[in-house]
């Protein structure tokens, strides 16, 4: 970025923990599966000497991606992270999953970073959940650089790329996208297609060979100087503007030669406002070499250009109670506030909670206060438990290296918190609270399970306990109406993870069944029934009759019951038996075992004997009559609706509306927002969008979202309802 030469890796791969929040860099790569993020990150640990070899520390392990998991899955599924020191600056990189199934992890790296580092690859181009995830780093001010990769490939072209990336990420001002540097290219190779063999520094105007292995600095030749002085002008005009330093515009403007100290201050301070985004190249290191193409430069960007945890805007703190409290955050003197970003399992270690700290100092061995709320929609009770902190490290591949303390802005993790999940707060046991939790998707493709034997189904619960304590974008339902453990997840990719993690971590085999949504059942008409319940066999006898009515009600009134008994033909303590009766069999159902709902049902006569008569009888009599009258009517089978909202790209608008309609859905209205999207609301049955995450992906090319909730039930088509009675009977 300046006039360094580096012509040595940096320190030498011990990160340890921060002596200040200065010194450190929490920083998040973005970017679509395939975009080179790992390889990327692996190429930084090289290049700062926290490796031996590109991607492998002493025990052969990566530094990313090492879990097995992903090895056999061979894509990111997990937030990983990755310390290394450059220039006494720790930085914390964190390795983000690029598929879209996995957006709670790439969540989870935002909250714990301060930066952003969108890795695009040159022969993929910017797609359009890239675009999204760039809109969400913009509404929350988070700095962002972009990084291209990939330049080794066939028509790979670094300046087409940052021009598309102007596009894509300026917005109304594409000067904010504009870069450091300039690819420097070798001989054409047959094909015409000229490898990138070094850089040339537009603020240091300096040429960095990269074709040897080792980073060589030099001057620019008289070749390279027109283009140079036009790119660089460009940049500074770009830098000046963005960190809206008016007197420095003006001298500049004026003709004065402005030195690189002053615009590399001004670059961090427009870089940290996330109003300019500074654009780099990057490549891993060939066979042999210490650095890759645009490590060293990377490396310098993040030190000197991104912002301290000092210079983040602290997420909202209260107590556990809900009352305010106001924090010098990133303080290591301050109260302890600290957030459990990630949850994972270790097979020897037990549980390990990655940290990020945002006010005090976390130490080993000190008890802290767990705060978890917010969460109970997804299966995640509310708690407040006192837990001993046991050790402290910072994880390097498979990795834990111990440390005594976390200060405030860095990040680490925990062992054996037994308690802690994602999300939950840690605290000083004598001063609790609570952050305000981040934002995560809505898992909304259903997986029903059930376990494959009793030794599974002894272990299941527990095993679905630790999945959801893992991950909150997943949720975790007892449906009570159809009986079946339901597992929400985000879409395929992300219910094939938590599968493989039933089974290889927590030793659980589960078979996945169709899910059922919940029906219900009502009177499609008026009818009556009688209950007759008499035994006279020896001994104590039974004896009740009662005839009620029956009537269809309108939708959402639920059950009522109407007493209409005169001369007391059933004997007043026995009338709430035949209620009881009659609603315990509406529960369980009258035609295909659906609860029944949306009706009236008047008791109207019956009889009682006098020594016979009880309230287990009169019970019985209330079911039977319920089931006599539904066998003299029309039972219509209702099934849920769903208020469904999906933001789409306009390109795909007529698509998404004509998909909603094959579904049975009708359309209620669109509505324009911006960044040509349209927000589309309907209506449509349950039973026919319980794969729609994964269809909606598909139709949008990843690009639309969509979320739902629960509007009413209506009666189902004919035909649809016999489909469905065929498939109980079939069944059964």
């Known amino acids: 970025m300046g006039d360094k030469a580096h012509t040595h ?100 790296g935002l909250r714990a970073a301060d930066a952003a580092l969108f890795v695009v690859s040159a022969s993929d181009g910017v797609d359009g959940t890239t675009r999204m995830l760039w809109e969400e780093c913009a509404a929350v001010g988070m700095p962002r650089a972009i990084v291209i990769t990939h330049l080794e490939a066939a028509r790979a072209d670094f300046e087409e790329m940052t021009r598309i990336c102007a596009e894509a990420f300026g917005g109304d001002d594409p000067d904010a996208v504009l870069p450091l540097y300039l690819p420097l290219h070798g001989s054409p190779a047959p094909d015409g297609h000229a490898p990138v063999t070094g850089l040339v520094g537009l603020l240091s105007r300096k040429l960095f060979d990269y074709a040897s292995g080792e980073r060589v600095a030099s001057e620019p030749g008289e070749a390279e100087l027109p283009q140079l002085d036009e790119a660089r002008s460009m940049l500074i005009e770009g830098i000046i503007s963005e960190s809206e330093d008016e007197t420095l515009m003006e001298r500049y403007l004026g003709g004065e030669q402005v030195d690189v100290k002053t615009l590399i201050e001004d670059l961090e301070r427009a870089v940290a406002r996330g109003m300019f985004f500074p654009v780099l190249a990057a490549a891993p290191a060939t066979e042999g070499a210490r650095q890759g193409l645009g490590t060293v430069e990377l490396l310098d960007l993040i030190t000197r250009g991104f912002p301290t945890p000092l210079e983040r805007a602290a997420p909202r703190v209260t107590t556990p109670e809900g009352a305010g409290r106001e924090l010098r955050m990133c303080d290591p003197e301050e109260s302890l506030v600290a957030e459990v970003v990630k949850t994972s399992s270790d097979p020897y270690v037990g549980r390990i909670s990655m940290v990020r700290v945002f006010s005090g100092t976390l130490r080993a061995d000190q008890t802290v206060h767990v705060s978890g709320h917010g969460l109970s929609d997804r299966g995640h009770e509310d708690h ?178 109407v007493d209409k008994v005169v001369g007391g033909a059933v004997p007043r303590q026995f009338i709430p038996s035949v209620e009881k009766g009659v609603r315990t069999q509406a529960a369980k159902g009258v035609a295909a075992g659906h609860p029944l709902i949306d009706v009236r049902i008047t008791l109207l006569d019956g009889k009682a004997h006098s020594v016979d008569s009880s309230d287990a009888a009169f019970q019985t009599a209330g079911a039977l009559a319920l089931r006599e009258a539904a066998a003299e009517a029309r ?98």
């Open 9 to 108: 890796p940096g320190a030498a791969g011990r990160a340890t923990a921060a002596d200040h929040p200065t010194s450190v860099r929490n920083v998040v790569l973005v970017g679509h599966s395939g975009s080179g993020k790992t390889t990327l990150v692996e190429a930084l640990a090289l290049t700062a000497g926290a490796v031996n070899r590109a991607g492998r520390v002493e025990d052969g392990g990566c530094v990313s991606d090492y879990d097995d998991m992903e090895h056999r899955q061979q894509r990111s599924v997990q937030l990983s992270l990755v310390p290394v020191e450059w220039d006494g600056i720790k930085i914390n990189l964190l390795d983000t999953p690029g598929y879209a199934d996995f957006v709670g992890e790439l969540r989870a």
């Open 384 to 561: 407040d438990v006192d837990e001993r902190i046991g050790a402290l490290s910072t994880p390097f591949g498979k990795q834990q290296r111990p440390v005594t303390h976390v200060i405030a802005g860095d990040l680490a993790c925990v062992a054996k918190l037994t308690r802690a999940e994602t999300g939950d707060t840690l605290s000083a046991k004598d001063d609790p609270l609570l952050m305000a939790p981040w934002e995560m998707p809505d898992p909304l493709l259903p997986l029903a399970i059930q376990a494959h034997s009793k030794p599974d189904e002894d272990k299941l619960s527990q095993g679905l306990a630790r999945l959801v304590a893992e991950d909150p974008t997943m949720r975790l339902e007892h449906n009570q109406d159809t009986h079946q453990v339901v597992l929400w997840c985000l879409g395929e990719a992300h219910a094939d993870v938590a599968l493989e993690r039933l089974r290889s971590r927590y030793g659980v085999q589960v078979d996945v069944v169709p899910h059922r949504v919940s029906l219900r059942e009502t009177f499609g008409d008026r009818a009556a029934g009688r209950g007759r319940h008499v035994k006279q066999s020896g001994g104590h006898g039974q004896y009740a009759i009662c005839e009620i009515e029956v009537e269809p009600l309108p939708g959402g009134s639920g059950i009522e019951f």
């Open 635 to 732: 039972i219509h089978l209702l099934e849920p609706v769903a208020e469904v909202s999906v933001l789409v790209g306009d390109d795909y608008v007529g698509a998404v509306m004509s998909d909603l309609s094959g579904r049975r859905g009708k359309v209620l209205g669109t509505e324009q927002t911006s960044g040509g999207r349209t927000l589309i609301r309907a209506e449509v049955p349950e039973i026919e969008i319980g794969r729609y995450a994964v269809d909606l992906r598909s139709l949008s090319h990843g690009t639309a979202r969509f979320d739902r909730r629960y509007a009413r039930h209506e009666p189902m088509p004919a035909q649809v309802a016999d489909r469905m009675r065929e498939e109980v009977r079939a069944a059964s």
